[in-house]
């Protein structure tokens, strides 16, 4: 409107309307819109209320810090040991052979699960057989040179006996023959006139008394000589009783052939019931008696051996329950202790040392993998209507342990004393009443610090 009105003032001159005609026209101002009217306005209000809270912050103080808390009570906590084992047989058996004699067969692997009585391998009785007949040819033979040696000791008795009782006739005759010598003798000598023929006839008689006891003398030592003769002949009790020990060692051998027969033609059998853990038995080879065939491993006793540093030995007693898992599986046990310590180095490298404990299975199955290792949860204490609070609500510093407790809207340290420990509860033997309320996770928790345990200070918690 302003430009038609300028055209109409300067119609009169047309260069100088033409100059007008050629300049921009001007744009009408616009209003303000009422959006960004309100817009101001509320912008304006927030600043005014931020500057509101400023001032109540400063005169009210800090807001307090939200942390969680659990009123302290009595109640029940039982204290475990978590750890580690080796799964170990209480019963191991090396299986031997029994005799000296090739394999024929061996009928186990290892790692095979076998019964007491099963049939673990056989042999080839062949040279068993040889053996036997050998030493029973050889006793039997001497059996015979036994039999042979009584036999002639007894005839030699019997002749013995006729020598000495002959020698004793002789003697009785030499002295007889011995004695008429004698008197004929002295009859002899007492007649005056020898030549008379009372004193020739008995010369003659003398004489002939004299010949009968040469013949008595010379009998009777030859029946002196049968009778030594026989007596040699005639073996002594002691000579008899070591025939009878000269027998001992070839009845020996025919016994122990007889025996290792006997082991052969049976096998060998498993000793106890359990896993075969080692064999060394080949078919075809030759085995020593008394040789290691094979190893047995019993099922039955099993127990968890467990390494206890000095700090878990406080905890551990004997006789303690435990629970054992392995490959899925869990067993109840009970926890022995070794009376002496094993050395052994840490994992940092220093020389410490360990007592292993045994933790005995009290119901082990066919299941169980021997040398397999084994979690195992020890017992260790329980405390029933005793106080406690969980682990994270006690802290640890030089001082000692200690928890925060809220008092009066500020967290207020006290000094405690613990017990018993489970994985998630510790008991508290003083320092803490029942009803106090604890601050659980103080980590960030400073002595004096304005707490509130209310969720609504947390939404307030920039």
Known sequence: ?????????????????????????????????????????????????????????????????????????????????????????????????????????????????????????????????????????????????????????????????????????????????????NSLTAQYEALADKQSEEALSVKAALDAAAADLANQQQALSAAKATYDAEKQAVLSDSAKRQLELAQVPSSLSVQSAKEDLARGRDGVTAPISGVVTSLSAVPGSSAAAYGPLCTIQSLSDVYVDVALSRYDLEKVKPGQSAVVTTLGRTYTGTASIDAMATAGASATGTATAYVHAKVQLDAPDGDIKLGLEANVVIATGEAKGVLSLPISAVNTDVSGQFCYVVENGAAVRRDVKTGLSSDTQVEIASGISAGDEVILNPQDVTEGMAVSSDPAAAAQMP
């Open 1 to 181: 409107m302003e430009t038609k009105e300028l055209m109409a003032q300067n119609v009169q001159d047309p260069a100088q309307a033409g100059e007008v005609l050629l300049q921009p026209p001007k744009r009408p101002k616009k209003k303000r819109s009422i959006k960004k009217i309100v817009l101001l306005s509320l912008a304006g209000i927030a600043v005014l209320a931020l500057a509101g809270n400023a001032v109540l912050s400063a005169l009210r103080g800090p807001l307090p810090t939200y942390v969680q808390t659990q009123t302290a009570a009595a109640g029940d906590i039982s204290q475990s040991l978590s750890t580690t084992g080796t799964l170990t047989s209480g019963q191991t058996v090396v299986v031997p052979s029994p005799v000296t004699a090739p394999l024929a067969e061996v009928k186990v692997e290892a790692g095979q699960i076998v019964n007491a009585g099963d049939l673990l391998a056989t042999f080839d009785t062949e040279p068993l057989e040889r053996a036997y007949r050998q030493a029973s040819a050889a006793y039997e033979s001497g059996q015979l040179q036994k039999s042979d040696a009584l036999t002639a000791s007894d005839s030699a008795q019997a002749r013995f006996n006729d020598a000495a009782a002959n020698l004793n006739n002789l003697a009785v005759q030499k002295d007889k023959a011995s004695a008429a010598v």
